[in-house]
């Protein structure tokens, strides 16, 4: 759906008069600590398509510096909107291309129509901030929903008539616009807090005319009320748009979104705790030649139960230039299983984990399976039912087990143990041979762990495979009546009563034509 409004850019048009703020007010020396991204692992700094360059905890000092809702990089500083109707302009310290201090603050009233400092909460609640190519900069206001243009931040506001206010018609007081992204071709993109609506979240700017799109949440913020929060773009048209999420169970959350100039979108990133986080309410994009950088800022809203932070991240150079790509396509080669309760297609990761499944392709080959079974089915209590993994193979059949293979596990693979994965058996590492699990159901605790403190986690198990068809077969296998008393050990009480038989393996490929 397109609403039929004037371009935006003949806003940016009508904004004639090209200036640079001078601001008044006495510099601020603040208070920052420095704080790692991953406080469990302090060397881990990447995420997504996203590198971590530095960041720090700004102290709310005397001038109660707190309520950050807007960012914006320009003329080698970081400009910001507060909730309490301030401004705010940031003199980083940048060592490299690393963010390592702020040296000063300045902050003053963001003045009405009347060069008067607005007194209530629901005229002053400055929400997001940016500037216009000529020079001005456009400030959102929440509450009393509406967007004010400045020729300087320190003078007095004059109004703006732009059909984008008409996005938070009849909106929530708290929940107006809370994103503004200008380009060199004028204000292209323009949120409000919400996801998952009738209405769109967004328009944008085409030229011709407004454009409404609805820009949904990434997981896991799509299940934890995740809202656009900021947004902003870089010179090549690439438009980031952060999105923030909070639940009493979770915590905050985090995501960034990269949308081409061709719509094309990808997630850059999305994280929760125990990584470093707080209430993220600003993005400022910076270019320095061919890197670009994403500065987020948070939003204390005056508590000391929150945090004002001020990262930084790199963009890839592929995320940064061509955002949206298709996903790389893995090699596989697809096997039928069949059983006496039905077949299972697998698909075999033989691209990503290649000895795993090279090694269950001979088996397949060579009719190994044939007479094999699905022997064990172990039951995980909790959650969403059924759950755990049915077990199968060779079973310890000397005439059907070739040499055990290397292990190769999840950390390098990349692959993990999800619904309907397929996971070698084995003692300790390197003994698989031609024993397979299925999972029902995410079991991640059986991924490597390479930080454990027990060593026997650290290897996890090896995924090779995943279930395309037939988890059905999977389900009534793992249903099938156990006999308690069979089994050793840990295995005692998972152990079918009636193992199902594996009839044969086949490559799907390879199935007989019709005659």
Not at 413 to 429: E, I
């Amino acid at each position: 759906m397109t609403y039929k409004f004037a371009p935006l850019a003949a806003l940016a048009a009508a904004l004639a008069l090209i200036c640079i703020p001078s601001l008044a007010s006495e510099p601020i020396m603040p208070q920052t600590v420095t704080v790692a991204f991953d406080l469990t692992d302090p060397a881990n700094e990447t995420i997504g398509e996203l590198t971590y360059r530095g960041g720090i905890e700004l102290e709310p000092g005397e001038e109660k510096i707190g309520g950050i809702s807007g960012l914006e990089w320009s003329d080698g500083k970081l400009y910001a909107v507060m909730d309490d109707g301030r401004w705010l302009v940031m003199t980083t310290r940048e060592f490299g291309d690393r963010l390592t201090d702020i040296l000063e603050l300045e902050t003053g009233p963001l003045l009405d129509t009347e060069g008067k400092r607005p007194r209530r909460k629901d005229s002053a609640d400055a929400e997001a901030i940016a500037r216009t190519p000529s020079g001005e900069w456009l400030v959102a206001f929440e509450r009393d929903h509406r967007i004010w243009r400045y020729t300087a931040l320190d003078q007095p506001a004059q109004p703006v008539d732009t059909p984008i206010v008409g996005l938070v018609d009849g909106a929530e007081s708290n929940g107006g616009l809370e994103t503004l992204a200008t380009t060199v071709d004028g204000l292209p993109l323009a949120c409000g807090e919400w996801a998952g609506a009738q209405k769109p979240n967004c328009l944008r700017d085409t030229g011709s005319g407004l454009e409404s799109l609805d820009i949904a949440p990434p997981a896991p913020l799509d299940t934890l009320g995740g809202a656009p929060t900021d947004a902003d773009c870089a010179s090549n048209g690439v438009c980031y748009v952060l999105f923030r999420s909070y639940s009493r169970e979770a915590g905050n959350g985090v995501a960034i979104v990269a949308i081409g100039p061709d719509g094309n979108r990808e997630t850059l990133a999305s994280w929760t705790q125990p990584l470093t986080i707080d209430n993220f309410e600003g993005l400022a994009v910076r270019e320095e030649g061919k890197r670009t950088y994403l500065y987020l800022v948070s939003d204390d809203n005056f508590s000391s139960a929150q945090r004002t932070l001020v990262m930084k991240f790199e963009v890839s150079a592929r995320a940064a230039a061509t955002p949206g790509v298709p996903e790389k396509v893995y090699a596989t080669t697809n096997v039928i299983l069949q059983t006496t309760m039905g077949d299972i297609t697998i698909a075999l990761e033989t691209e990503r984990a290649p000895i795993t499944a090279a090694n269950f392709l001979r088996y397949v080959d060579e009719g190994r399976f044939a007479g094999a079974a699905c022997y064990r089915a172990m039951r995980v209590t909790g959650g969403e039912q059924p759950s755990g993994f049915v077990q199968c193979g060779a079973q310890n059949q000397p005439d059907r087990i070739l040499p055990p293979i290397a292990h190769e596990s999840t950390s390098e693979t990349g692959l993990t143990h999800t619904d309907g994965a397929l996971s070698m058996a084995r003692f300790a590492p390197g003994t698989a041979t031609g024993d397979f699990s299925i999972m029902i159901r995410n079991q991640h605790g059986l991924d490597a762990q390479p930080s454990a403190d027990d060593p026997e986690q650290r290897p996890g198990f090896a995924v090779f495979g995943y279930v395309i068809g037939g988890m059905d077969v999977v389900h009534a296998i793992h249903a099938t009546q156990i006999d308690p008393a069979k089994g050793e050990g840990f295995l005692k009480g998972q152990m079918l009563a009636e193992p199902v038989k594996i009839i044969g393996a086949r490559r799907a490929e390879a199935a007989t034509a019709p005659e």
